[in-house]
């Protein structure tokens, strides 16, 4: 409470208030939320209450994420939360060299790791969950969709059954129900209800070419200060970058083919306002939490509807207002008003700047949305200074 205090999170909500008595009790539980309603903070609370006397040097708790940038923000919201350090958290996931993992697991409490990176310091016996006490799995329906749910159940096999499982995740439909029946006992079924809980979020659907979509990226730079855009390909997402930057607007880049440096140095160049546009694959539509994220822009419709809730779900986080513009082709019209039917987001079409005069240059617009950007860059500053936050607001969730 003392952490959550100094961050002015001085209010629960829905999903918190739903999980944390019953968790706290020591009950398995599905937890289902919208992106960006406290999960982490909710599991985070369960995880450092109720291993409070446990030891370091084997981890008691784990947390399994789909992965690396989300398994280094869970790390940082636990450490948040642990304000007597108590515990060693630590995370480890691929991309990443083994050794300074393998030494901070020789002293960690909580480890928070992605399956396919856990798995192999297991076959290396590098780690031992003998001691696990508590598991969580954030983003269940994430792990199915990238195909981690075999590696999932093998860790699960490998973990005392007399232990605690929490599953957190927006959506709990399909092939994670297997691992719900198989691994944990009596869970109960707990889903957020209140309009409340749901984002603030305007879905936009611009019919636009694909020539003019960096122009019209560059005007919702100068409306809203900064904006992720979402792009289908790694290939793509580089290509748009350049365009977008060959008109003044600063970028940076994550997808796949990206080193984690590279993706960490693209991620605090966005939140420290030095980029205005964050180009990023479906990598990023569950892997990073940034706050205050007024814009997300699809410059290419998802191949899976649900990836259009991921994406969406960078904005309008912690009860701030987001708005979500999709970019599509007039052939594409039919195909994607049946995805969203699908979802239950309403579409109503409008006419992009495709063959018209724009309403001023890329670069005025630019100039124009300066005290936007300069006001985004202090309100992402970098980590050594906190935002101050709304009371209720989600820290770095």
Known sequence: MASLARREITAPTEIQTLTVPPGLSGRDIC?????????????????????????????????????????????????????????????????????????????????????GRLEDLMKRRDIDLRDVRMVVIDEADRMADMGFLPSVK???????????????????????????KDYLSNPLQLATKSADAEPDIEHVFEVLMRADRAARVG?????????????????????????LESLGVRCAVIHGNRSQAQRQNALQDF????????????????????DDVPCVVQCDPPDDPKDY?????????AGARGVVVSFVEPSQKRSVQRDMRSIGVEVQWTEGSAGAPRREPVAAAAARGEAARATAGERQNADATPTRRRPGELGWL
């Open 154 to 180: 093998r860790i699960l096999d490998r973990v005392p059954r007399e232990r605690q499982m929490l599953l957190f995740s927006a959506t709990l439909d399909g092939a994670v129900g297997s691992i719900v």
């Open 31 to 115: 937890g289902k939320a919208p992106t960006g309603s406290g999960k982490t903070i909710a599991f985070g609370l369960i995880l450092v209450e109720r291993l409070r006397n446990h030891a370091q040097g084997r981890p008691s708790g784990l947390v399994l994420v789909p992965t690396r940038e989300l398994a280094q923000q869970v790390q940082r919201e636990i450490h948040l939360l642990d304000v007597d350090r108590k515990y060693f958290t630590t995370s480890v996931f691929g991309g990443a060299g083994y050794g300074p993992q393998v030494q901070r697991l020789r002293r960690c409490s909580i480890v928070v790791a992605t399956p």
């Open 309 to 317: 809730v991921h994406r969406a779900g960078r904005t309008g986080r």
């Open 219 to 243: 005007e919702l730079v100068a409306e809203h200060g900064n904006v992720i855009a979402f792009c289908r390909t790694k290939h793509g997402s580089d290509r748009f970058a350049r365009q």
């Open 271 to 290: 939140r420290q306002g030095r980029a205005d546009v964050l180009v990023a694959t479906d990598v990023a539509a569950r892997g990073i939490h940034i």
